[in-house]
């Protein structure tokens, strides 16, 4: 049966709001920042940034997103959540840096907010990005995943001591309920960050709690492009921004996906200055806000996502403590808590990726590919899992003998 379409609340904002929805918004905003942080920091300075960098880039990153969804929120009278592309997080952090450091990844990420905005705008680009077959824009993703989510299981080896707190920690408090899992699990890794005797980092004196901006001169060589802008736009349009509409979709909300990914784009950009990710819809706090666990009556909803907005704002005031926090820690801990993040999201692509048989070979090549870390030319291996994926698709299904 399908869903019944949402229009926009006549209920005011004052008579919307209620303890139910408030909770919910802040919650979504916790979980949404707390669960996610760490990967953006550690993709941040894999491609360059340094820690006041990568300071930055949270900052400004949570900022965007915030305003975007309270804009989104308020304008439309719908749960429109907006969260960074933790996915693309993930596949900075397996790229390495690129020809022209920071810089150029920089140039890089404005150049994939104005093929966000392009999407928005030039109808045929955005369609064109939705026939990806869905089985190897999944494969993709479980490729860029794999070696994040071994990480946790790497460091129960090589650094028992902080991993089996953190592991132990997520496992048990998954048995209760699985939303607070990840963030717990990065509240415990916190506490081990502030012994540094534990984590041979520096000092907790160290850390400055200070928020701050920093305009990063942008630059763009090929190799980023094809190795960080391409594979970002693709990854944070297929696994972000199309399943955070279907996700409203399910839950009866069809906004109009053109000014969303104009906003989201631009946001994007501006964000991209001060070295900070894209922006996109939500998916994961988008079914909390856009679900009846926010509000019984659906037109209230939307006050969910504005209050998760108005979180993401607050949160970008400690954002420069959790990425000087994780700077100075072992590489090792945070990617752990990052793949414990990111479990979920793996195991939704992999089984996406492979459940169609005509496609699950090619789908498998994909996978392999990119989970390999290839790299030729300064191209990473998202753009050629991707690409091959798509030719040895196309060729097995030209070659393939009709049935009958």
């Not at 890089?108 to 869905?134: K, M, Y």
């Not at 650094?159 to 132990?168: E, K, N, Q, R, S």
């Not at 699985?178 to 916190?190: E, I, Q, W």
Request: with cysteine; charged share 5%; glycine share 10%.
């Amino acid at each position: 049966m399908t869903s019944p379409v949402h229009g926009p609340s006549p209920v005011p904002l004052r008579l919307a709001l209620s303890f139910q929805t408030i909770t919910t918004g802040v919650i979504a905003g916790l979980v949404g920042f707390g669960s996610s942080f760490a990967v953006v920091v550690q993709g941040l300075l894999a491609v360059g940034a340094t820690p006041e960098q990568a300071a930055s880039g949270l900052t400004a990153t949570c900022i965007m997103m915030g305003v975007a969804g309270v804009l989104f929120s308020l304008r439309l009278r719908q749960p429109i959540s907006i969260a960074w592309t933790t996915p693309g997080a993930a596949l900075l952090a397996a790229t390495g840096v690129a020809d022209g450091g920071f810089a150029a990844a920089v140039g890089a990420f404005l150049l994939v907010g104005a093929l966000i905005i392009l999407c928005g705008l030039w109808r045929p680009l955005g369609t064109l990005i939705q026939r990806i077959p869905s089985s190897i824009a999944n494969a993709m993703l479980a490729g860029i995943l794999l070696p994040l989510c071994l990480a946790p299981f790497t460091a129960l080896k090589a650094i028992p001591m902080l991993a089996v707190p953190v592991v132990l920690a997520w496992a048990v408090t998954t048995v209760f309920s699985r939303l607070y899992a990840v963030p717990v699990a990065v509240l415990v890794a916190l506490v081990l960050m502030l012994f540094p005797e534990l984590t041979g980092g520096q000092a907790a004196a160290a850390v400055s709690l200070a928020p701050s901006l920093s305009f990063v001169t942008p630059t763009l060589t090929g190799s980023a492009v094809v190795g960080i802008a391409l594979p970002l736009f693709l990854v944070t349009m297929a696994s972000q921004n199309v399943p955070g509409l279907a996700i409203l979709a399910a839950n009866g909300y069809r906004p109009n996906a053109r000014p969303l990914f104009a906003g989201t784009g631009l946001g994007s950009m501006l964000s991209a200055l001060c070295g900070g990710l894209s922006i996109n819809l939500a998916a994961i706090t988008a079914a909390l806000c856009a679900g009846p666990e926010a509000s019984s009556s659906p037109d209230r909803r939307y006050i969910a996502a504005l209050m998760a907005g108005l979180m993401y704002v607050g949160l970008a005031v400690l954002s420069a403590a959790a990425a000087a926090l994780v700077s100075q820690s072992p590489p090792l801990l945070i990617q752990a808590v990052a793949g414990l993040a990111l479990m979920n999201a793996f195991a939704g692509a992999a089984v996406a990726g492979f459940q169609e048989a005509e496609d699950r070979l090619p789908a498998v090549l994909t996978f392999l590919i990119t989970a390999s870390g290839l790299s030729l030319w300064g191209i990473g291996p998202a753009f050629w899992g991707l690409i091959c994926g798509l030719l040895f698709r196309a060729l097995l299904r030209a070659t393939a003998k009709p049935s009958g």
